[in-house]
């Protein structure tokens, strides 16, 4: 079956616990969109939504424990914005029978690939700068 998010090298943030976490996202984005184009019932989705609304929040604070240990000067910013995000993603799993699975996945693609390529990736640098 076609995944619906493609992992792609370049998003790497050159840190291999941050990359696997990333990728167990993408992979649970891609779980759920299986689950979506198989129609399956409400409460499959939700244990996968669920999954990745857990798995999310754990990310979210491995990944600023490891900006503030390098002093990312945008720490303030990115918090910021994961906030935003792990509230539009638990505004989604708390109304699946609201927003159709396809809305769902778009937005969950549109911020992850969006999140990753573009404020993730930024920290990058000064991660490497800090193990120097
Ligand atoms: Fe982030
Ligand atoms: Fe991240």
Redesign the pocket.
Known sequence: MAEYVVWKPYYSVDNAS?DM??KIIVGLINELYAAVISKKEEGDLKAISDRLVRYTNK?FQH?EQVMRECDYPRFYDHKLEHERLRQRTLDFHNNLNLVTGRDMLRFLNDWWCE??RES?KAYAPYLQMSMR
Do not use: Q, S
Request: net charge negative.
């Open positions: 941050l976490e990333h990310h990944e999140h990753i993730d």
